[in-house]
């Protein structure tokens, strides 16, 4: 068992999860993160498999419900939106399907305690090299978005997509967010990068245990969806000046 509580993770750090259709996993994921701190928000994102009666069953959980799936995009912005509102100083967000540990946890607060950065960003790919249970396009996809964001933006990370990250509050408010599907992490990255904001990662671990996991419709096509990813980017960029866009989108 961890040691329960320390005032930062009491107090300051609010831990959100996005949850779409999680019946599966929602009671073991909130009964290990409850470990961790009294401060947990999820967003309901429209699920319509029983999660709704589920939560209900955790009394200290706070929960914004979309009515309708909104996408995870959304999810995240709404989230970041509470933690502003009800004065939390940072949140961590991680997702509901067991990829992400609660038990790494411990391991952001302490950075969110040692350092000065804006985002502290998890990465399955720090110090793991063994892939071979990542889906292939899945991690193609990866390695070229996060290629490409690096080469554009200089900031030098391994892993674009990880939604295991520590955010300071007030930090985004200098961000603009408005992506509502899965591409949000993209724009996050180049609004990040253009306000400056100091990003560093941590080692977060490597897990795919649901190979039928999915993006649902054109987004389970893997060309259609690094087109998707593409767009976001060429529009982030654009919006910033960015002189090279035509050829960093045939790079």
């Given at each position: 068992?961890?040691?329960?509580?320390?005032?930062?993770?009491?107090?300051?750090v609010?831990?959100?999860?996005?949850v779409?259709?999680?019946?599966?996993y929602?009671n073991?994921i909130?009964?290990?993160?409850?470990q961790?701190?009294d401060n947990?928000?999820?967003?309901?994102?429209?699920?319509?498999?029983?999660?709704?009666?589920?939560?209900?069953?955790?009394k200290?959980?706070?929960?914004?419900?979309?009515k309708t799936?909104?996408?995870?995009g959304?999810?995240l912005?709404d989230?970041?939106?509470y933690?502003?509102?009800?004065g939390?100083?940072?949140i961590?967000t991680?997702?509901?399907?067991?990829?992400?540990?609660?038990?790494?946890?411990p391991?952001?607060?302490?950075?969110?305690?040692?350092s000065?950065?804006?985002?502290?960003s998890?990465?399955?790919?720090?110090?793991?090299?063994n892939?071979?249970?990542?889906?292939?396009?899945?991690?193609?996809?990866?390695?070229?978005?996060?290629?490409?964001?690096?080469s554009?933006?200089?900031?030098?990370?391994?892993?674009?997509?990880?939604?295991?990250?520590?955010?300071k509050?007030?930090?985004?408010?200098?961000?603009?967010?408005?992506?509502?599907?899965?591409?949000?992490?993209l724009?996050l990255?180049?609004?990040?990068?253009?306000?400056?904001?100091k990003?560093?990662?941590?080692?977060?671990?490597?897990?795919?245990?649901?190979?039928?996991r999915?993006?649902g419709?054109?987004?389970?096509?893997?060309?259609?969806?690094?087109q998707?990813?593409?767009?976001?980017?060429?529009?982030?960029?654009?919006?910033?000046?960015?002189?090279?866009?035509?050829?960093?989108?045939?790079?």
């Amino acid at each position: 068992m961890p040691t329960h509580h320390n005032n930062l993770i009491k107090d300051n750090v609010l831990i959100a999860i996005p949850v779409y259709n999680e019946s599966r996993y929602v009671n073991d994921i909130l009964t290990t993160v409850s470990q961790y701190s009294d401060n947990i928000l999820v967003v309901n994102d429209g699920s319509d498999d029983g999660t709704d009666k589920l939560l209900e069953k955790h009394k200290q959980i706070k929960v914004l419900v979309h009515k309708t799936n909104l996408g995870y995009g959304r999810s995240l912005i709404d989230a970041f939106g509470y933690a502003k509102s009800n004065g939390y100083n940072w949140i961590i967000t991680m997702d509901c399907d067991h990829q992400h540990q609660p038990q790494c946890i411990p391991q952001f607060v302490a950075r969110i305690e040692k350092s000065k950065f804006d985002i502290i960003s998890g990465s399955r790919y720090l110090l793991y090299t063994n892939t071979e249970n990542v889906p292939a396009e899945r991690l193609r996809i990866n390695r070229q978005i996060t290629a490409l964001l690096n080469s554009a933006l200089e900031i030098n990370i391994t892993d674009g997509f990880c939604g295991f990250k520590a955010y300071k509050v007030s930090s985004l408010d200098k961000l603009k967010l408005t992506e509502k599907g899965y591409g949000l992490p993209l724009q996050l990255w180049v609004q990040a990068a253009f306000s400056n904001l100091k990003i560093t990662e941590i080692p977060v671990p490597l897990i795919y245990h649901d190979s039928k996991r999915n993006f649902g419709g054109l987004l389970e096509v893997p060309k259609y969806r690094m087109q998707y990813y593409m767009n976001i980017i060429k529009r982030e960029l654009a919006k910033y000046g960015y002189k090279d866009v035509k050829r960093f989108l045939s790079s």
